[in-house]
């Protein structure tokens, strides 16, 4: 599975670095995604990164946030800058299947607000 | 972008019920098509991938259907643990997207 962490609570226009840690499988050789799901509202794809190291990301964050991993640790990460009110969302990582087009493997997901 | 839409977005029905849950794609989509059941406080949990592949662990009572734009879940005999919110996702294209959600409540 995965745990996510990181989150908190965060002034428009500032950073956070969420991190996922995963177990039972290989990051590196997994497609990566970061999902995340407003309060009160569905999940929206955030970005994804592939096992070459291929990354697509949502317009909407395209440009302020860059998904990378660190495959010493199997972890997952998710940079976030220029934040602003409308990313306030949980955010969950999950595993991308390329041949099926599921995400499984989700953790419990980080909470992000931006507020000032 | 694809755009899912869902169809009720909220519907109540009693435990033994027959539930149909309706997406639309805004474009064809193939099969590349996901249904999942979140509870509150948890994550997604997928029930149905390339439309109607049961995933492993879920019940029979599940199933799913459809091809192009248009897709079903259908619940054939509602449980008291099935009521929960239910999203669609495509995986044609980037980015993926998620339908609006239905939230199936107990009458």
């Known amino acids: 599975q995965a745990v996510e962490s990181g989150g908190g609570l965060v002034q428009p226009g500032g950073s956070l670095r969420l991190s996922c840690a995963a177990s039972?499988?290989?990051?590196?050789?997994?497609?990566m995604s970061w999902v995340r799901q407003p309060p009160g509202q569905g999940p929206e794809w955030v970005g994804i990164?592939?096992?070459?190291?291929?990354?697509q990301y949502a317009d909407s964050v395209k440009g302020r946030f860059t998904i990378s991993r660190d495959n010493s640790k199997n972890t997952l990460y998710l940079q976030m800058n220029s934040l602003r009110p409308d990313d306030t969302a949980l955010y969950y990582c999950?595993?991308?299947?390329?041949?099926?087009?599921?995400?499984?493997?989700w953790g419990q997901g980080t909470l992000v607000t931006v507020s000032s | 972008d694809i755009q899912m839409t869902q169809s009720p977005s909220s519907v109540s029905a009693s435990v033994g019920d027959r539930v149909t849950i309706t997406c639309r794609a805004s474009q064809g989509i193939s099969n590349w098509l996901t249904w999942y059941q979140q509870k509150p406080g948890k994550a997604p949990n997928v029930l149905i991938y390339a439309t109607s592949t049961l995933q492993s662990g879920v019940p029979s009572r599940f199933s799913g259907s459809g091809s192009g734009t248009d897709f079903t879940l259908t619940i054939s005999s509602l449980q008291p643990e099935d009521f929960a919110t239910y999203y669609c996702q495509q995986a044609n294209s980037f980015p993926i997207t998620f339908g609006q959600g239905t939230r199936l409540e107990i009458k």
């Open positions: 999950a595993r991308y299947g390329s041949q099926t087009g599921l995400f499984d493997c």
């Open positions: 990164i592939s096992n070459t190291d291929t990354t």
């Open positions: 039972g499988f290989t990051v590196s050789s997994s497609f």
